[in-house]
């Protein structure tokens, strides 16, 4: 196979590689010729270079996790998350405090060319809302002042789902504009509603018409490997100067909703956060 995505050897690191998106991401990452070294706190059985368990709820679980995989880093796949069905503090270590120090370790293996890519959500979309709010938070200096600072605002935190995706998505485009500098390109994704392990638990919790209504208007979910795809495009050689950018990985969801296609009422009835 040609290399035009540029993968051929390159050492990629995948966080959540257990399941979902994360485990497609992995498996499209080894057919495309990378050396895959996977993160998670629950055991992989795909052939990786290397599997490390580390639990993002905790800062030296994940410095031990990426100091074992050690040398350069080409790219970073952030794909490990919780739902929203998870005690709120859970869901803001894993999917922004956790999934921010992991960066923080690996960028200092990454050169010029690097790239990182994270999973973020339709969920996250308040995000224009608050960019002050979100900046204050974001650029908390380290894990346990982030932690601390979500303790003292529960009332913004919430359920944790929500405010954790907006936060990828801010400071993903925050720190687009400081890493480009040092070559190194970082983006993020909105997937639509994904057939992943994950979904029995957003169906529970904002109701399955809400999450149908945001599978709008593909009218259907998306597979883990579709999301895999958009996530492997952006960390790729093609996608060279595409920075600080939130990507829809979802069949025209974003798109409809701008322009009027899709019909929100039913995710607006009801107050709990769609994906
Ligand atoms: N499924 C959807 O519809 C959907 C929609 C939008 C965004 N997302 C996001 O996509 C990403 C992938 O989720 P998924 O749908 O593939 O679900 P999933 O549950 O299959 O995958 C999540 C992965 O994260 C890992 N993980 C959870 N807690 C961890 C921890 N403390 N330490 C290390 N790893 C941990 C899990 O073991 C699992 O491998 C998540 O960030 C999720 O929020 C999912």
Not at 34 to 59: C, M, Q
């Amino acid at each position: 196979m040609s290399d035009i995505l540029g993968y051929q050897g390159k050492r990629v690191i995948v966080s959540g590689c257990f399941s979902g998106m994360g485990a497609a991401t992995a498996k499209l990452l080894l057919e495309l010729g990378a050396e895959v070294h996977g993160l998670d706190y629950k055991d992989s059985t795909l052939p990786l270079a290397s599997f490390n368990s580390v639990d993002l709820r905790d800062a030296a679980s994940i410095e031990a996790g990426v100091a074992a995989i050690g040398g350069k880093v080409d790219a970073l796949f952030n794909c490990a998350g919780l739902p929203q069905s998870f005690p709120a503090m859970d869901v803001m270590k894993v999917n922004f405090i956790g999934l921010r120090h992991l960066t923080e370790q690996v960028l200092p293996l990454m050169g010029p060319g690097g790239a990182i890519a994270n999973i973020a959500s339709t969920g996250g979309l308040g995000w224009s809302r608050r960019v002050p709010l979100n900046m204050e938070f974001v650029t908390t200096p380290g894990f346990d002042a982030a932690v601390a600072w979500c303790e003292a605002h529960m009332d913004d935190v919430k359920e944790g789902y929500s405010f954790s995706k907006e936060n990828v998505i801010v400071w993903t485009q925050y720190m687009g504009a400081h890493l480009i500098k040092k070559g190194i390109r970082i983006n993020c994704t909105l997937p639509s509603p994904t057939q992943t392990p994950m979904m029995a638990a957003f169906e529970a919790t904002s109701g399955k018409d809400v999450v149908e209504a945001a599978a709008q208007p593909m009218g259907r979910y998306s597979t883990p490997e579709e999301q895999a795809g958009g996530i492997v495009l952006l960390n790729s050689a093609l996608a060279s100067i595409v920075n600080g950018v939130v990507f829809p990985v979802d069949g025209g969801f974003m798109g409809g909703v701008a322009t009027g296609q899709v019909d929100l009422s039913v995710m607006m009835r009801r107050s709990a956060p769609a994906q």
